[in-house]
């Protein structure tokens, strides 16, 4: 389906879904009411006195956003601009993390912003299990950092890629007697796993958001 945008209001909405930023984020952004933000993404208006912050405030054309003409907001750019990561399924991390499939298909469909620039490789998961519960619960998201296994230190919550299963996992790293174990928090339901040689640390967990 086309997308519409005949007017300020369907431009302005296109843009925080595909940032996957709040209304309210916007509105903290340009110093207005979030009742103001409200307003513009759902009365199909067509101008604003705040189009301009709201371009520089969101780093997008202004002309685009004002009429409609000009750069359309990209994806992958906006997310540069504004600190947005991109939310991977594990099927895609394992095609592009492990198979080394070309990362410019990459076909991403949902973002996470964070609150800062930082690592340009970050990027989030959402837990499919309840093995971490019930710290890291199942939908869980958590935002990985990728990092090498030999810095890792113990103790540190892991996305690991278990070779000899062609399985990806989220675990946290313990060492006993001088062997590197993967552990479950749940233990009723997963044992611990032993971390191989052929095993892939695709990073660290940096931070998570848990959804109530």
Not at 77 to 89: A, F, G, M, Q
Not at 106 to 127: D, H, K, M, P, T
Not at 149 to 155: F, P, S, T
């Amino acid at each position: 389906m086309k997308e519409d945008f005949s007017n300020l209001s369907s431009r302005l909405r296109f843009t925080l879904k595909t940032l996957d930023i709040s209304q309210t984020e916007l509105a903290k952004r340009i110093n207005v009411k979030p009742q103001v933000v409200q307003y513009l993404c759902s009365s199909q208006s067509h101008k604003s006195k705040f189009t301009c912050e709201i371009a520089e405030a969101l780093n997008i054309d202004f002309a685009w956003l004002a009429t409609g003409k000009g750069t359309l907001p990209n994806k992958l750019e906006l997310s540069k601009n504004n600190h947005c990561i991109p939310l991977l399924t594990f099927e895609q991390i394992r095609a592009y993390k492990i198979y080394g499939k070309n990362e410019d298909t990459l076909e991403i469909s949902n973002w996470v912003s964070i609150e800062e620039r930082s690592n340009s490789n970050l990027f989030a998961v959402e837990i499919n299990d309840r093995a971490m519960a019930p710290r890291f619960d199942l939908n869980t998201i958590i935002i990985v950092e990728p990092a090498s296994k030999d810095i890792i230190k113990q103790n540190t919550f892991i996305l690991v890629y278990l070779a000899e299963e062609d399985f990806i996992i989220f675990r946290q790293l313990i060492e006993v007697d001088n062997i590197k174990l993967l552990a479950a928090i749940n233990k009723n339901l997963h044992k611990d796993i032993l971390l191989k040689n052929e095993d892939v640390v695709l990073g660290i967990c940096k931070e998570a958001r848990w959804i109530l």
